[in-house]
């Protein structure tokens, strides 16, 4: 199933194994708080190998911006509201 294709502990350590110094995550439970520290204590940075694996995995369910609704759809103040946001993201590069 698309939904399974990986952890939410995966993906905080994707997350936290890219070049940036802080990742933020939800944390509206106990047990979702529970789960964060879990994934951090955890940790260990992810090899190439491993976050090709991942993102090989979550291709599929990624394709189409589906659980993505804040950047694919005009329910929230996003991107689709300010589709100029992009274009001044990509001249900052």
């Known amino acids: 199933m698309l939904e399974h294709a990986v952890t939410p502990t995966e993906c905080l350590h994707y997350a936290m194994s890219q070049p940036t110094?802080?990742?933020i995550t939800g944390c509206d439970t106990l047990g979702i708080l529970m789960q964060g520290l879990d994934a951090a204590f955890r940790w260990r940075p992810m090899n190439e190998p491993e976050k090709r694996a991942a993102l090989a995995r979550t291709a599929a369910a990624a394709a189409h911006g589906e659980w993505e609704k804040y950047k694919t759809s005009e329910i929230?103040?996003?991107?689709?509201q300010?589709?100029?946001w992009l274009e001044t993201a990509?001249?900052?590069k």
């Open 76 to 80: 929230f103040d996003g991107t689709a």
């Open 90 to 92: 990509s001249l900052q």
């Open 21 to 23: 110094s802080v990742v």
């Open 82 to 84: 300010h589709p100029w």
